[in-house]
């Protein structure tokens, strides 16, 4: 495992990742920072954890749709547990920040 860092809205989170998964990683930290930027522009109003609980949600809608398009289809569902595994560590650090907001 690599020990890697991302960050979401100006906060570092040590990570530790697979090798083949470092850029992969970096790509999904990315994607979630320009969410929660997104939705916190657009819901000025709102507090942390509503915009952060409302990204997520709309990610998980994303994952979803994706999801369901591949089914039916054939494809290789080897990717998906690690993406899978990856975004449930996200995930994790996101609660972790949201504690760490309240």
């Given at each position: ?24 990683m970096h ?76």
């Amino acid at each position: 495992m690599k020990p890697i860092k991302v960050s979401i809205l100006g906060r570092q989170y040590p990570l530790r990742v697979n090798e083949a998964d470092v850029d992969m990683m970096h790509e999904i930290a990315a994607y979630v920072d320009e969410r929660f930027r997104t939705f916190k522009k657009e819901l000025i109003n709102q507090n942390d954890t509503t915009i952060m609980v409302l990204a997520c949600l709309s990610i998980a809608e994303d994952y979803f749709t994706a999801k369901n398009q591949l089914n039916g289809a054939e494809t290789s569902d080897k990717a998906l547990p690690e993406i899978n595994s990856s975004l449930i560590q996200l995930l994790a650090e996101i609660k972790s920040l949201n504690h760490d907001i309240t």
